[in-house]
């Protein structure tokens, strides 16, 4: 028997043993589907499989980059968004156990929703930020991989969304800049484009190495991967967010600086230009 908001009830529930819900013990993938294409594929299948080593999850010997093609686009088949959608896939340690789980197997949930459009859209409307500081990022590999303990980036969206804010830039225990709540920070300044390496804290991002590689065919732009602080962002030109959903989303004011997007401009476009070529 379990008590269920008030009612005692037979022990049904499916939370009641799940290690995810338990103690964050997954690790999940978010991908972006265009006309029935996972983007990125490889780039998020071995992501994934580099999470589930890290937190010594037992892999799935049917666990290949095929069959995790297959099962996101099977689900988006059923329910008739193939053209333009998000899947998240969540993979947790079977039941049992409390912090020693009693296996290291694993089970699986996809979801997905359809989204508008299918190629990446600048959204230049206002876009205002500041930092989250009742919380620090560690500088550890758990900080680089997506896994189910989302806290700090929960947390901070509540205290932007009390502050009318749009988002805010996550520090970490140096107090240096590492990200935002929703994706990887990038910073422009005069012609060298600076984003925080991943041993600053920052979540080794798909969408962000993707823009690593844009950025360098770009002529006259620098491309470092070099700490952050917090008063370097008002010395910049621009500052952009980047994950796989949205593409790229321009910051247009961090306190009391605002800033332009026209490197943010040129690389959505060779961003689309590259899915259709592939």
Do not use: W
């Amino acid at each position: 028997m379990i008590n269920f908001n008030g009612n005692i009830a037979l022990e049904e529930n499916i939370l009641t043993q799940n290690r995810a819900f338990l103690y964050g013990d997954g690790v999940f993938e978010t991908v972006k589907v265009i006309n029935n294409k996972v983007l990125f594929l490889e780039d998020h299948y071995f992501r994934l499989m580099a999470s589930m080593r890290v937190v010594r999850m037992e892999i799935p010997m049917n666990f290949t980059m095929e069959y995790f093609e297959e099962q996101i686009l099977n689900l988006l088949k059923e329910k008739n968004i193939s053209s333009s959608a998000r899947a998240r896939i969540t993979v947790f340690r079977k039941d049992g156990g409390l912090y020693l789980p009693k296996s290291n197997e694993v089970s699986f949930l996809i979801h997905a929703v359809a989204l508008e459009g299918t190629l990446y859209a600048l959204n230049t409307a206002e876009y205002e930020v500041d930092l989250y500081k009742d919380f620090y990022v560690t500088k550890q590999l758990l900080s680089s991989i997506k896994t189910t303990n989302k806290m700090i980036n929960v947390t901070g969206s509540i205290f932007a969304h009390e502050n009318g804010l749009a988002n805010c830039i996550l520090l970490n225990d140096s107090k240096n800049v590492v990200e935002a709540l929703q994706g990887n920070l990038f910073m422009l300044v005069g012609k060298k484009l600076i984003t925080p390496p991943v041993s600053e804290g920052c979540l080794n991002g798909i969408m962000r190495k993707q823009i690593l590689a844009l950025a360098k065919k770009v002529e006259g732009i620098e491309i470092t991967e070099e700490i952050i602080s917090p008063f370097d962002l008002q010395k910049a030109d621009e500052l952009f967010l980047t994950n796989v959903i949205t593409g790229i989303q321009p910051i247009t004011k961090y306190r009391k600086k605002e800033f332009t997007c026209n490197l943010a401009h040129l690389l959505v476009q060779k961003l689309n230009e590259s899915i259709s070529e592939n």
